[in-house]
């Protein structure tokens, strides 16, 4: 073999070594971009209380710990300590003379506040209700029911009656306008 062809393997075989070879990874570094703090539901009940006049009762059920970050007493009212049961599928309902903090799956079955429904009650869209409703067209309602039944929470409650053509619902109360809404489009031009 000539110099030439021994070189030319030579060089081959290194540029082959050199292709194959493989760079060393950068271990992963891994940012959190939200802190996320638990903390016992009694200890949130606690620094609600506060700020809420009516007492706080805990549902057996209810779950121990709950996700929250940046808690400050002083901004724990009523709004914000929802918005917080709401974020860890809990809720809280005015029972008489106490406030009743209770997991979404026990709420339907619970003594929620039945509204006669209009747009603008005094409930935060969090706030789990219950309200009938009758549409205006005398179409069947429970044709819509496969409509609007995506639209309610797995632990909500949807129903119709034919005879009175009456809607039953048990979800939080900005769902609630949400199919209302939904139902006034959807019998707009309905005969």
């Known amino acids: 073999m000539s110099k030439t062809g021994s070189l030319f393997i030579i060089l081959l075989m290194v540029f082959t070594v050199f292709a194959n070879a493989k760079t060393p990874e950068?271990?992963?570094s891994y940012e959190?971009?939200?802190e996320v703090d638990t903390i016992k539901?009694?200890?949130?009940?606690?620094?609600?209380q506060k700020n809420i006049d009516t007492p706080i009762i805990i549902h057996s059920y209810a779950r121990a710990q709950v996700?929250?970050?940046?808690l400050a007493a002083e901004q724990l009212d009523f709004h914000h300590f929802g918005q917080i049961l709401d974020a860890n599928l809990m809720t809280v309902i005015k029972i008489d003379d106490y406030?009743?903090?209770?997991?979404?799956k026990t709420v339907r079955s619970s003594h929620t506040p039945y509204i006669d429904f209009r747009e603008d009650a005094p409930f935060k869209d969090?706030?789990?209700?219950?309200?009938?409703?009758?549409?205006?067209s005398n179409t069947g309602v429970a044709k819509v029911l496969p409509v609007l039944r995506p639209l309610v929470p797995q632990h909500g409650h949807l129903a119709a009656y034919d005879p009175t053509g009456t809607i039953t619902i048990t979800a939080p109360y900005g769902i609630v306008k949400r199919i209302y809404k939904v139902m006034n489009a959807i019998y707009a031009n309905a005969p």
Do not use: D
């Open 126 to 136: 969090w706030q789990w209700v219950t309200t009938a409703f009758t549409p205006k």
């Open 32 to 34: 959190y971009i939200h």
């Open 67 to 70: 996700v929250a970050s940046s």
């Open 99 to 104: 406030l009743l903090v209770l997991p979404f």
């Open 26 to 28: 950068k271990p992963r």
């Open 41 to 48: 539901l009694t200890k949130l009940v606690e620094l609600a």
